[in-house]
């Protein structure tokens, strides 16, 4: 499994911007897909997760409100649509979706999920 993540760049703080995620080697119609991101100097932390099933979700507190994270089973992808971005939402970026079918909204482990590389996000102030 290979994950393509792209819709990276620089914006201005209370910008938008979307991420995509496509997956090769097989669809996300029966799995689950989520975004992490790392900033310079800090752990990986999770984002977002969607459901194999592409509705329930779950958010990090940090961005609940802004980000919004959808599957698009036609375009075998997983999106995440960022608005009123800060500062501190600068990082790079990773996409991920589990290796068992069928998984929730909820974050796993890390050893549970693929990795996709990752995309950088950098919002001036």
């Known amino acids: 499994v290979q994950l393509q993540a792209s819709g990276g760049g620089l914006v201005q703080a209370g910008d938008s911007l979307t991420l995509s995620c496509a997956a090769s080697g097989r669809t996300f119609t029966n799995y689950n897909g989520a975004w992490f991101r790392q900033a310079p100097g800090k752990e990986r932390e999770f984002v977002a997760q969607?459901?194999?099933?592409?509705?329930?979700?779950s958010y990090a507190d940090s961005v609940r409100g802004r980000f919004t994270i959808s599957k698009n089973n036609a375009k075998n992808t997983v999106n995440l649509q960022m608005s009123s971005l800060k500062p501190e939402d600068t990082a790079v970026y990773y996409c991920?979706?589990?290796?068992?079918?069928?998984?929730?909204?909820?974050?796993?482990?890390?050893?549970?999920?693929?990795w996709g590389q990752g995309t950088q996000v950098t919002v001036s102030s």
């Open positions: 991920a979706t589990e290796m068992r079918p069928y998984g929730s909204s909820h974050r796993k482990l890390p050893t549970t999920y693929y």
């Open positions: 969607v459901s194999w099933s592409g509705g329930p979700t």
